[in-house]
């Protein structure tokens, strides 16, 4: 008798430890195939969104012009992928105007994207924090920053954010990884994770084999301009600019007229006096710069190193963000806003009084702003 009540308590529990195991195994069976249903699933379109949002035939024309490009994957409480989504509005399905490329120092745009999951819209919102500096940015505490809400269900929220975000120079696009909860105990999350744009950066198009070509189309100069430029104005440059502006300039423009001495003088190579000033015209990505190297020196400025930071009378050293207006010939006209003033190391003048070397630290006294330029410059053949 003994030994029948042992058997039996012996393959109740082999019973109880297979059942446990079929459970877990289940369990993870599951949950790997939320995952794969995530990762597999046909990524919606922004026809999906038209249908299911219901939206009337001239709000899908408009939507059409606003639907962009995503690669989102959806795991947890929904589940699903995204191949597309429009920008929408923040209280109707109405299609609003894609996200513009903000300035230099202005707030990032809000994405707010109108997608289709498992047949159902959402509303998803990413408002990254801080100002456009035109570099990358990582984003490692997403709270407040991104959200996902149901159209349908406007009080069903996941706004409580964990993860990451990477953030495009643009600023109108990036990546993101984060978990999503309600504000509601027990509540799952939702995982979204992949790449996602609320706009489009424009640049206007040229040809990158020819000298100052972007300098010419970022601007909008006018033909005689362009062609008086390419004559005498475009001068071959070999300069690496790192920090707060970064990229490397092989032309850059120094027009035929001048215009003033010192801090934010153009179209300038020459000494006049005891003064020198060299000014170069250029663009980085979509924006245009002016640099002006600066020395003064009692007799005359001649060939030699001179520091780029001020020094007596002398400027040193300056970088200036605005554009060449095609209205005035190219003229350049700076923001006032943002410059940079050299704060450390030297420039040389060569005994062409055209050309040199710089490798210098240059700060914005508004923002604080950092800039690392080093190369070889020229100013005039």
Known sequence: MRQRQVAAAVAAGLIVLALGGFLA????????????????????????????LKLRPSEVTAANQACLKQSLTLSGQVVGSVGEAYTVSADT????????????????????????????????????????????????????????????????V????????????????????????????????????????CGTSVLPTFDPSQPCANF???????????ARMKASGCNAESLTFTEDVAGQVDHAVTDS??????????NVCTAAGDSYTASLKFSV??????????????????????????SGISFGSALSLGTADPSAHGRFVADDKIFWLGQSGTFTIEADMKSGTIDAELKSPVSGSTVHVKGNWRCGA
Not at 102 to 124: H, I, Q, S
Not at 127 to 144: D, M, R, Y
Not at 164 to 185: E, H, P, S, W
Not at 289 to 298: E, H, P, Q, R, T
């Open 257 to 266: 007229t001048a215009a003033g001495f010192g801090f934010q003088a153009e």
């Open 216 to 226: 010419y189309a970022l601007n909008h100069l006018q033909d005689p301009d362009v």
């Open 93 to 156: 399905v109405a299609p609003t105007t894609m996200c513009t490329e903000p300035k230099r120092w202005d707030a990032y745009p809000t994405a707010l994207l109108a997608l289709v999951v498992a047949g159902k819209g959402y509303r998803l919102r990413i408002g990254a924090p801080g100002v456009s500096e035109h570099q990358p940015l990582a984003i490692t505490g997403t709270a407040g920053v991104v959200e996902l809400a149901s159209i349908s269900k406007p009080s069903v």
């Open 25 to 52: 195994v289940r369990a993870l069976t599951t949950q790997d195939s939320t995952r794969l249903v995530a990762q597999t699933a046909v990524p919606t379109t922004c026809a999906d969104a038209h249908r299911v």
């Open 285 to 310: 990505g979509d924006e245009t710069f002016l640099l002006d190297l600066g020395a003064n020196k009692y007799g005359g400025v001649g060939p030699g190193q001179y520091d780029a930071h001020p």
């Open 158 to 197: 996941w706004n409580q954010a964990t993860g990451g975000m990477n953030l495009n120079a643009d600023g109108i696009g990036g990546t993101l990884d984060v978990d999503l909860r309600q504000d509601v105990a027990g509540a799952r999350p939702v995982h979204i994770s992949g790449g996602w744009a």
